[in-house]
């Protein structure tokens, strides 16, 4: 169906338009690098006890929900293995059983190449993650204000009445990769809408509710609030599933990011300036 | 969607390429003598930031018998191989004596029957490693806010030093630690010389181990033999406050 442009000035067939202001660019480039260095130095943390459980501690005679470790195979060699929930899986190479950065076999959880520093070395880990704790949470509230003061968040994040009653279609859009082109696209999409705010003011926030959690003087604001999640080591187990859920958003987020013109996303990210494509006029 | 496969290579090798010069850059970064100091900054907001929220003398959470781990674990030195150590070991502690000096009016020595007979608490309170595990134990012991008063610390005592006998490197430097009078008179840092309603075992720090509840378990030292009131503590050790803090973890160890 073609729909006549009755407008006295119509846009543009192709043309530029500013879609995101300098503080958001930069504030997002600090988040990306802030959470690599929080992500990777989370990981080496983990390596010094490759280990979560649930409950109050480590050791109430329950086995813990994830474990890696490394233990001789049937020949004698050395294999990885990783247990989740009483299953276990192989996974020499990778998990519980790797090549650090010399070349040679280690114990580990997490391999060399995703853990910050590469080698073992917790004291180095905590400091880079202590430090870009800090970064991300002060660019974090700066987002918030300024998302608020300029209205970023209730005019393009907030979803509008008529978003709600597309999230079906916005639904199938996505699985089928459709993708809104035009003027459309100047927007964001219900879907993308619900996943942005979802991150924003819930997955992060309780990522870092649950880093606190971890802290025994924070655990004295208001004794035993910790275990409203379970206890401390279910706060820790909390703390890093939410850390695979921020992964999984981040790999969707570069998909998506990719499959509706990377090069057009990024110059937007980066200029600021997004290009629009508009079907020819008949 | 690029149609090109060879874009989508080129942008997956571009990705972990940046993730490598990342993770490279960040290595030799952490090895040179500034870079550490920076990222410091992050202890020293934590550590102010959580003063701040948590009151100087909040508690740490008490838990109940039925949350006891059922062996409490024994990390870092398992027995100090100190001949004299030993031998007092060898006698039960009974000609241990623990050391009170430094900027006291009232220098003094304990030993264990002593330190037994003065005011006790018990707190069943959970253990956090730096490592990341937790352990449940009952402690029993003297506050450490009552052998204080014993000695009397003159007003320009900063901090509590506590000197051990495991030696921790082949030179024979010995642990140590320290924290400040807050943490020092805080309720809950007892002198524990009980265990799980048991003497304290050797693996776990016998004779006597200090509970800093709201700090991490490297905090809690082991094997005590002195306790010094000092007004700094650059001197002592590797000038860090701690053995491990000598080796980069932090003297703050809230979280």
């Given at each position: 169906m073609v729909v006549a442009n009755h407008s006295t000035h119509p846009e543009p067939r192709r043309y530029r338009y500013v879609r995101h202001s300098v503080p958001i660019r930069v504030m997002h480039w600090i988040n990306v690098l802030a959470l690599a260095v929080l992500l990777m130095s989370g990981l080496q943390i983990f390596n010094a006890h490759p280990a979560l459980y649930w409950g109050?501690?480590?050791?109430?005679?329950r086995p813990p929900v994830l474990e890696m470790r490394a233990q001789r195979g049937a020949d004698g060699h050395p294999i990885g293995i990783t247990e989740v929930l009483g299953h276990t899986f192989?996974?020499?190479?990778?998990?519980g059983l790797s090549t650090d950065a010399e070349g040679g076999l280690v114990q580990r959880g997490f391999p060399s190449w995703l853990t910050?520093?590469?080698?073992?070395?917790l004291a180095m880990a905590r400091r880079w993650h202590f430090f870009f704790e800090w970064i991300f949470v002060l660019n974090g509230l700066a987002y918030v204000i300024y998302s608020l003061w300029s209205r970023h968040l209730l005019n393009d994040l907030v979803p509008s009445r008529s978003d709600w009653r597309s999230v079906g279609r916005s639904l199938l859009d996505h699985l089928l990769l459709r993708h809104p082109v035009g003027e459309q696209a100047k927007h964001y999409n219900v879907l993308q809408k619900i996943t942005y705010l979802s991150v924003i003011g819930g997955l992060l926030p309780f990522i870092m509710l649950m880093g606190l959690g971890l802290s025994p003087r924070a655990d004295?604001?208001?004794?035993?609030?910790?275990d409203v999640f379970g206890g401390r080591q279910s706060v820790r187990t909390l703390h890093f599933g939410a850390a695979l859920l921020v992964v999984l958003f981040v790999a969707i987020h570069v998909f998506e990011v990719v499959i509706t013109g990377v090069w057009n996303n990024l110059r937007s990210m980066l200029t600021g300036r997004y290009e629009i494509i508009n079907a020819k006029e008949p | 969607m690029p149609k090109n496969p060879s874009r989508r290579r080129f942008l997956l090798r571009t990705l972990f390429t940046a993730s490598a010069a990342l993770l490279a850059g960040c290595d030799r970064l952490s090895r040179t003598s500034w870079v550490p100091g920076i990222l410091r900054t992050g202890e020293r907001v934590n550590r102010g930031v959580q003063q701040v929220l948590t009151p100087r003398n909040a508690l740490a959470q008490e838990f109940s018998e039925?949350?006891?781990?059922p062996e409490f674990r024994s990390n870092g030195?398992?027995?100090?191989?100190d001949p004299e150590y030993q031998r007092l070991a060898a006698a039960d502690f009974a000609d241990w004596k623990l050391r009170i000096d430094g900027l006291v009016e009232a220098p003094t020595q304990l030993s264990l029957s002593q330190l037994r007979s003065m005011k006790s608490r018990t707190q069943i309170t959970r253990h956090d490693c730096v490592e990341g595990w937790s352990a449940i134990g009952k402690w029993t012991g003297v506050p450490l806010s009552e052998v204080l008063q014993l000695v009397r610390p003159l007003p320009t005592a900063r901090y509590v030093v506590f000197h051990c006998?495991?030696?921790?490197?082949d030179d024979g430097t010995r642990y140590y630690e320290s924290v400040d009078m807050d943490d020092a008179r805080h309720p809950q840092t007892i002198l524990a010389y009980e265990l799980n309603g048991q003497t304290l075992p050797i693996a776990n720090g016998a004779p006597l181990r200090v509970r800093i509840?709201?700090?991490?378990?490297?905090?809690?030292?082991?094997?005590?033999m002195r306790i010094e009131l000092v007004a700094?503590?650059?001197?002592?050790?590797?000038?860090?406050?701690g053995y491990w803090e000598d080796q980069g973890y932090e003297w703050y160890a809230g979280i």
């Open positions: 109050k501690s480590s050791y109430s005679g192989r996974t020499t190479g990778v998990f910050l520093p590469s080698n073992q070395w004295a604001l208001w004794p035993g609030w910790v | 039925a949350d006891l781990s030195t398992a027995s100090p191989d006998a495991d030696a921790m490197d509840e709201r700090q991490l378990g490297y905090k809690m030292a082991k094997y005590i700094q503590y650059k001197h002592i050790g590797g000038g860090n406050g």
